[in-house]
């Protein structure tokens, strides 16, 4: 009878424990998405292979990306948000691609200390602006930990502390993030800082943004360090015209060369909407500046450092291409021939800014920057092309269908001009 009273008496302790423990959240949201992609690749290397021995360049994988967030309202100020990501190749099973990592993780104080004041703490995104600058810790040379190539992967997120000033219409923000730790008790890490101040004008869309972003490479004696000042103006200039200027500029210590940095990079978009036509075509413009190196003489290297951003110009160009020392002309147009079927397509001129030997590449093993392409003494890079079909199934089911190419231009030696091509099929479920 007394063990029968003790083990009732413990049950209702550890309900009542978690009762009081349940008390304290207010609102639970689970959410998240399944990503199931069909990848078709040839020549993304650009190589000719030695005389009397073609490479096989083709390939062909599908990829699973499965994500689940979990949003917990604590307080009326206080909120957790943790997403759990796995992106792993078929049949690719090893402990990377078959882990369950962290994709977000960060709790959020509103009106902290005082109420325009907000903090957010751990795992997140920081994306400002078009992401030109700040958008993703993966870019298209950086390796993530499976074996799915950087440009598919869904991984951006940063270790940082953000700190969000709302006076509106006037939002400044200001971070620290942690990009590379190194050794614990050694000087020898990656981190990113800035501050970024956007004001909406409350007409026309019309917005301007000013930001100081910076990074600082400590991981050899020397630091490398990049700080990067820019202005964003956006706005509509007539009715479904959306346009907008960024302008950025680069300093810093380049400890490869020994060198200071002076680098700048101009970004200019146009896009229209036929509101009132059927199936309400759209066209847009762009065009993409990034500064080059040509003289290793000098006391400067006025290359742009692709620092962290998140823009696909073009597909392929993105997969292979260093995001510096290009001019890049884009022309793009949609439409909507059906309510859940739209059609979209996106033409890239590239050229280089500065003729170079070598150009690096992208797209080596695991993703890293790990082969060079020979270059003739031309500007011309190429031509990239990418047209899309998206099919709204229901409400929470999509499936796409992207082609992609890039023909090589001038600039590129014959023992690496062949065409890139590549076709990816997706369906992605959102729950």
Not at 2 to 24: D, F, M, P, T
Not at 82 to 99: G, H
């Amino acid at each position: 009878m007394i063990k029968r009273l003790s083990v009732l008496l413990c049950l209702a302790l550890v309900a009542g424990l978690a009762g009081s423990a349940c008390a304290e959240v207010q609102n639970v949201k689970v959410g998240g998405d399944i990503t199931v992609l069909g990848v078709g690749r040839s020549n993304f290397d650009l190589s000719n292979g030695a005389t009397g021995n073609r490479e096989n360049d083709q390939s062909s994988f599908f990829v699973t990306q499965t994500r689940v967030r979990l949003d917990s309202d604590l307080t009326d100020n206080v909120t957790a948000t943790l997403r759990l990501i796995n992106e792993r190749i078929w049949s690719a099973e090893n402990n990377a691609s078959s882990d369950i990592d962290l994709d977000l993780a960060y709790v959020t104080l509103k009106e902290f200390l005082y109420s325009p004041l907000s903090l957010k703490v751990g795992r997140q995104e920081l994306r400002f602006g078009n992401a030109l600058i700040i958008g993703s810790a993966n870019t298209y040379d950086s390796s993530v930990l499976n074996t799915v190539p950087g440009d598919l992967s869904a991984r951006k997120s940063f270790d940082a502390l953000r700190a969000t000033l709302d006076y509106d219409p006037l939002v400044v923000d200001t971070f620290y993030a942690k990009i590379d730790e190194g050794d614990i008790n050694v000087n020898d890490d990656v981190d990113l800082y800035g501050v970024n101040a956007a004001y909406d004008f409350g007409t026309k869309g019309a917005k301007a943004e000013v930001y100081v972003f910076s990074k600082n490479d400590s991981s050899l004696d020397k630091n490398d360090k990049v700080n990067t000042f820019g202005t964003l103006l956006s706005a509509e200039l007539v009715e479904n015209l959306n346009t907008s200027l960024e302008v950025a500029f680069q300093n810093g210590n380049d400890r490869s060369q020994g060198k200071h940095r002076k680098a700048w990079a101009l970004q200019a978009m146009a896009d229209y909407t036929f509101a009132d036509v059927s199936m309400k075509p759209n066209l847009g413009l762009g065009y993409t500046y990034l500064s080059g190196d040509s003289d290793s003489s000098d006391s400067k290297n006025k290359a742009w450092d692709s620092m962290y951003y998140d823009q696909a110009l073009n597909n392929i160009a993105y997969a292979i291409l260093p995001f510096s020392n290009m001019k890049v002309l884009n022309v793009k147009g949609g439409l909507k021939p059906m309510e859940d079927l739209s059609l979209s397509a996106v033409y890239g001129y590239y050229m280089l800014d500065k003729k170079v030997a070598t150009l690096s590449s992208g797209y080596g093993p695991s993703g890293t920057s790990s082969k060079y392409y020979d270059m003739n003494d031309k500007r011309s890079l190429g031509n990239a092309l990418d047209i899309t079909a998206t099919y709204d199934y229901t409400e929470d089911v999509q499936f796409g269908l992207t082609a992609g190419m890039f023909a090589c231009g001038k600039a590129f030696a014959s023992s690496n001009d062949r065409t890139a091509t590549q076709i990816i099929g997706s369906m992605k479920v959102s729950f």
